[in-house]
């Protein structure tokens, strides 16, 4: 009796000590599957540069080098440690006591450091050359492309991707297709595009557009030809010097000019060096009427998704008095 009594215990003591080592794999595996699901990165990226960023946490400490994806950024819900000093638009209102870094071609890189950012956000012309120096420093690092309306979708997506409010951005990006498709909408329809050319001041230097650029972009979705994409010259990002007699030949119906400093630089420009010049007043969008200064902070950058007021600014101007 005695004998049975301690088979029993001891088949009793096995069942336990096996149902233990059970439960203690089956935690151990569970264990495993987290550290395994949590070693899994917050976001890849892959930037204009074709490098792959890997984001593994949440990125809490941006800093961003390029006003257009500030304003992206800061439309999304986010909120930067560090940008750079107003180029061409002014920064957000939430933004505007954001610590300043230099400016955008001039770069304070011990001011960045200082931040300690964990993303640096650049500009594919400007900021190509700091990857390595971000990278070293342990610092992930995107450059971005900002010529396009494509390009501010895009941008505007990946701020939601980067802050965690994908809904909201996707939800930006639809309201702006829907404003932008009924301006165009608006376009009277006509047998012959009217052609255009824009004429970009850079200092003491002209420049015609190309393309791409946001305000060509912009220009030819509203169903006006680029008359200027025939010329043959160095193209530098979409720009080619500004040649008087390639543009007598062409005579856009209408024409643009853009300052990249002020808008009184340009108008000044203009009124010292060309309206004395029998050539340009040849021209018939001068000889029209047709000849418009474009706002800078509309069309040399535009704010994120407010894009749409720059759609809208030049279908007034071109379309009114249709």
């Known amino acids: ?4 009594f301690k088979s029993v215990i001891f088949m009793m003591l096995l069942m336990i000590t096996v149902s233990g080592c059970q439960s203690a794999s089956k935690e151990q595996n569970n264990q495993k599957q987290t550290q395994s699901q949590s070693a899994e990165p917050y976001l890849k990226i892959k930037d204009f540069d074709g490098k792959i960023v890997t984001l593994q946490v949440k990125p809490k400490n941006i800093v961003v080098l390029k006003d257009e994806v500030l304003h992206s950024f800061y439309q999304v819900g986010g ?3 560090g940008r750079t000093n107003a180029f061409t638009i002014d920064p957000p209102e939430e933004a505007k006591n954001v610590p300043k870094v230099g400016y955008m071609h001039e770069v304070n890189i011990e001011k960045v450091l200082e931040l300690k950012p964990d993303l640096v956000i650049g500009q594919r012309f400007t900021h190509g050359e700091l990857r390595d120096t971000f990278e070293k420093a342990g610092i992930a690092f995107i450059n971005l492309n900002t010529q396009s309306i494509d390009d501010i ?95 007598v030949k062409l005579d856009p119906d209408y024409l643009f000019i853009l300052s990249h400093t002020t808008d009184e630089d340009a108008k000044k420009m203009v009124e010292n060096k060309f309206k004395s010049n029998p050539a340009w007043n040849s021209l018939s969008a001068v000889s029209d009427d047709k000849i418009y200064f474009l ?28």
Request: net charge positive; charged share 25%; aromatic share 6%.
């Open 153 to 247: 979708k895009n941008n505007t997506l990946l701020m939601g991707k980067i802050t965690g409010h994908e809904k909201k951005a996707e939800s930006l990006i639809k309201a702006m297709d829907s404003r932008i498709s009924q301006i165009i909408s608006q376009v009277p329809k006509k047998k012959k595009e009217p052609s255009f050319a824009i004429m970009t001041i850079m200092g003491d230097a002209v420049f015609v557009e190309q393309g791409p650029t946001i305000s060509v972009d912009i220009a030819k979705q509203l169903k006006l030809k680029n008359i200027t994409e025939s010329l043959e010259g160095e193209v530098m990002a979409g720009y080619i010097p500004f040649s008087m007699e390639a543009m």
């Open 295 to 322: 706002p800078k902070n509309k069309f040399v950058m535009a704010p994120g998704v407010k894009v749409v007021d720059s759609f809208q600014y030049m279908k007034d101007i071109v379309y009114s008095k249709e």
């Open 79 to 81: 909120k930067a440690v």
């Open 1 to 4: 009796m005695k004998q049975l």
